[in-house]
């Protein structure tokens, strides 16, 4: 299992990206899918979920009115779109996979929103 993320960047308060995790070494279509991310000295928190199909989602109420998620499984790739960005949203941002049993993480991505 790989996932690899991308589209991090260095933004200003109110700006918007949109993050990349292309993932292999699975079935992905048949796998949820979620987004975390992780703040200097902060534990990691939970960010969005998407299922295998893609038909439901949810996230986390700090952002569930600005980021979306969601995927494309024809690129075996999941996607947060993040808007009105703020300077709490610095963090870096990972993908996770749960299969077999196991818990699978991309390397992360970094974003920074500052003026």
């Known amino acids: 299992v790989q996932l690899v993320e991308s589209g991090g960047g260095l933004v200003q308060p109110g700006g918007s990206l949109r993050l990349s995790c292309v993932a292999s070494?699975?079935?992905?279509?048949?796998?949820?899918m979620s987004w975390y991310r992780q703040a200097p000295g902060k534990e990691r928190e939970w960010v969005a979920v998407?299922?295998?199909?893609?038909?439901?989602?949810n996230a986390a109420d700090s952002v569930k009115s600005r980021f979306n998620i969601s995927r494309d499984n024809t690129e075996n790739t999941v996607y947060l779109q993040m808007n009105d960005l703020k300077p709490e949203d610095t963090a870096v941002y990972y993908c996770?996979?749960?299969?077999?049993?196991?818990?699978?993480w991309g390397q992360g991505t970094q974003v920074t929103v500052s003026s």
């Open positions: 996770k996979v749960e299969w077999r049993g196991n818990v699978y």
């Open positions: 070494g699975f079935t992905f279509s048949s796998y949820g």
């Open positions: 998407i299922s295998g199909a893609g038909d439901s989602t």
